[in-house]
């Protein structure tokens, strides 16, 4: 991995973490990024064994993680 691509995981993990809520379109806006590789960093969470949790259009990484 290239550290341009650890620092959007790592910021999508702040975003996801935090007491906001993003669609996915939203947070490929904020990291300047395609909905896309959203998904795929989203998966990379899941395969990690963090909770991603979906209400809606809307994305979380549970607490519990």
Known sequence: ???PKIERLLRLMMMLTANNRYTVEELADKLYTSPRT???????????GFLVVKKGDYFR???KS
């Open 1 to 3: 991995m290239d550290q």
């Open 38 to 48: 959203i998904y795929r960093y989203i998966d990379t969470f899941k395969e990690a």
């Open 61 to 63: 990484i549970d607490k």
